[in-house]
């Protein structure tokens, strides 16, 4: 890692230089953030990391603490250590992998950094606390032409952000692994998500998004995140979405088991897998995302017939957008420091954006794939009744089987999703190499 790290580093310094040359700046000034409290109270939500902190410097929990860069001169940390005896105290990572690539300065209070910002009027400050930034005397605050810059160099991950991404599928893994056998358990929810994090060595504070554990028509709500204590009386399907991080980036994996393994509902469920491989082997730099986004819907336009779902051709069903109401959201996103990557619309350095088209509204990439870009592939196939009940009162409902429909409702749906990295000569699947290193079916 600390080799790969000074490449990465390297890299962002050199991008830096640039930034500040062509901006006509003197330095950046990056703030990692505070945590907030909550209304009227004295306790606060879990801290988030400002996710371009993180990005220079590969340690989350870094609160309080600021960056200072030039481009030409060893980035320095000002890095808060209060004296507390209410908290554990922060631990200072001057030992860490990366720590020779900075120069330290240890904060106490917060107040200090006051006296280390020079002439900020000629410095830009990245970081949400845009009052604490006017207070200290900085005018270009996040400013978004050089913000545009930093959020499509993001985009584009270094080997020392694949490599911590492809880390991230263990922790992943051993914990879906564990939910899968709580599942087939007859455990409930709460006591799966609790067998994943015990797992993954995580908690419900530090998971890089809210574990999605549903069982049985819960699958049918996407961002399920409630959890029943009561175990299902009839288990029928089963669906997690769950990742970990390491140094800030994230993974991001999704698996749907059907109790019987020998229903329709298995089957449909292992088309979905074959869909998801056969698109990932599709992949290929300089095509355009949307293509295997709709590629993906004419698959499912073609499984909505072979299974009677649907009483018409595969082409009219796509062509009718029938398979919108089954498929409801994107084939993946970005994927890094943040779970939801950055600049998934964004053309160029520019900042042109490009809006997905309307009838695929919550696709989140419209990029033309590049080398070393990390993204998800997550096809999906559910029985979603607020997506359903449009078509049974339309002239496309005489075409639909609605009995079968009703039949699968309880099954909810189902989601497979493994994370990429695009090379030069197609995409490699990080998440089925961990699998395979694992040894996990």
Same mark, same amino acid.
């Given at each position: 890692?600390?080799?790969?790290?000074?490449?990465?580093?390297?890299?962002?310094?050199?991008?830096?230089?640039?930034?500040?040359?062509?901006?006509?700046?003197?330095?950046?000034?990056?703030?990692?953030?505070?945590?907030?409290?909550?209304?009227?109270?004295?306790?606060?939500?879990?801290?988030?990391?400002?996710?371009?902190?993180?990005?220079?410097?590969?340690?989350?929990?870094?609160?309080?603490?600021?960056?200072?860069?030039?481009?030409?001169?060893?980035?320095?940390?000002?890095?808060?250590?209060?004296?507390?005896?209410?908290?554990?105290?922060?631990?200072?990572?001057?030992?860490?992998?990366?720590?020779?690539?900075?120069?330290?300065?240890?904060?106490?209070?917060?107040?200090?950094?006051?006296?280390?910002?020079?002439?900020?009027?000629?410095?830009?400050?990245?970081?949400?606390?845009?009052?604490?930034?006017?207070?200290?005397?900085?005018?270009?605050?996040?400013?978004?032409?050089? @913000?545009?810059?930093?959020?499509?160099?993001?985009?584009?991950?270094?080997?020392?952000?694949?490599?911590?991404?492809?880390?991230?599928?263990?922790?992943?893994?051993?914990?879906?692994?564990?939910?899968?056998?709580?599942?087939?358990?007859?455990?409930?929810?709460?006591?799966?998500?609790?067998?994943? @994090?015990?797992?993954?060595?995580?908690?419900?504070?530090?998971?890089?998004?809210?574990?999605?554990?549903?069982?049985?028509?819960?699958?049918?709500?996407?961002?399920?995140?409630? @959890?029943?204590?009561?175990?299902?009386?009839?288990?029928?399907?089963?669906?997690?979405?769950?990742?970990?991080?390491?140094?800030?980036?994230?993974?991001?994996?999704?698996?749907?088991?059907?109790?019987?393994?020998?229903?329709?509902?298995?089957?449909?469920?292992?088309?979905?897998?074959?869909?998801?491989?056969?698109?990932?082997?599709?992949?290929?730099?300089?095509?355009?995302?949307?293509?295997?986004?709709?590629?993906?819907?004419?698959?499912?336009?073609?499984?909505?017939?072979?299974?009677?779902?649907?009483?018409?051709?595969?082409?009219?069903?796509?062509?009718?957008?029938?398979?919108?109401?089954?498929?409801?959201?994107?084939?993946?996103?970005?994927?890094?420091?943040?779970?939801?990557?950055?600049?998934?619309?964004?053309?160029?350095?520019?900042?042109?954006?490009?809006?997905?088209?309307?009838?695929?509204?919550?696709?989140?990439?419209?990029?033309?794939?590049?080398?070393?870009?990390?993204?998800?592939?997550?096809?999906?196939?559910?029985?979603?009744?607020?997506?359903?009940?449009?078509?049974?009162?339309?002239?496309?409902?005489?075409?639909?089987?609605?009995?079968?429909?009703?039949?699968?409702?309880?099954?909810?749906?189902?989601?497979?999703?493994?994370?990429?990295?695009?090379?030069?000569?197609?995409?490699?699947?990080?998440?089925?190499?961990?699998?395979?290193?694992?040894?996990?079916?």
């Amino acid at each position: 890692m600390k080799q790969l790290f000074a490449q990465h580093i390297y890299r962002l310094q050199q991008r830096v230089q640039s930034l500040l040359e062509t901006s006509f700046l003197q330095g950046l000034w990056i703030y990692s953030g505070a945590a907030k409290y909550h209304f009227l109270d004295d306790q606060t939500a879990p801290f988030k990391i400002n996710p371009h902190f993180n990005y220079f410097f590969p340690f989350p929990t870094a609160e309080n603490c600021w960056l200072f860069l030039d481009g030409k001169n060893k980035p320095t940390v000002y890095f808060y250590t209060p004296d507390d005896y209410w908290h554990t105290p922060p631990v200072t990572p001057t030992d860490a992998f990366f720590a020779d690539e900075f120069q330290w300065v240890i904060i106490r209070n917060s107040e200090q950094i006051a006296k280390f910002i020079q002439n900020p009027t000629a410095c830009a400050f990245i970081g949400e606390d845009e009052n604490l930034a006017k207070s200290l005397g900085f005018e270009q605050i996040n400013p978004q032409k050089l @913000l545009n810059q930093l959020h499509f160099d993001r985009s584009i991950k270094s080997e020392f952000e694949i490599e911590c991404i492809y880390q991230a599928q263990f922790a992943a893994l051993k914990g879906h692994q564990a939910a899968k056998q709580a599942f087939f358990e007859s455990r409930s929810e709460f006591e799966i998500n609790l067998a994943y @994090l015990k797992a993954s060595q995580q908690s419900d504070l530090n998971v890089p998004y809210g574990n999605i554990v549903a069982v049985n028509q819960h699958s049918a709500i996407l961002h399920y995140t409630q @959890l029943d204590f009561t175990p299902a009386s009839k288990p029928k399907s089963f669906l997690i979405d769950a990742g970990a991080s390491l140094h800030g980036y994230a993974s991001d994996i999704t698996r749907t088991y059907a109790t019987d393994p020998h229903s329709e509902f298995a089957e449909l469920i292992a088309k979905m897998e074959q869909f998801k491989q056969a698109i990932i082997e599709q992949l290929s730099v300089g095509v355009n995302y949307l293509s295997y986004h709709t590629q993906m819907h004419q698959w499912i336009a073609e499984m909505l017939a072979q299974h009677d779902f649907v009483r018409l051709a595969p082409e009219q069903i796509f062509e009718e957008g029938i398979s919108r109401a089954f498929f409801p959201h994107g084939l993946g996103h970005l994927l890094g420091l943040q779970v939801h990557d950055v600049a998934g619309f964004q053309q160029n350095h520019r900042g042109t954006h490009k809006a997905p088209p309307a009838v695929y509204s919550s696709l989140r990439c419209t990029r033309d794939l590049a080398e070393n870009m990390v993204l998800t592939i997550e096809p999906g196939f559910y029985f979603i009744d607020m997506l359903l009940n449009p078509l049974q009162n339309s002239p496309l409902a005489r075409h639909i089987n609605w009995q079968k429909i009703a039949e699968f409702k309880p099954f909810g749906g189902i989601r497979s999703e493994d994370n990429i990295v695009m090379r030069a000569k197609g995409a490699e699947n990080l998440t089925q190499k961990a699998q395979k290193t694992l040894n996990l079916a």
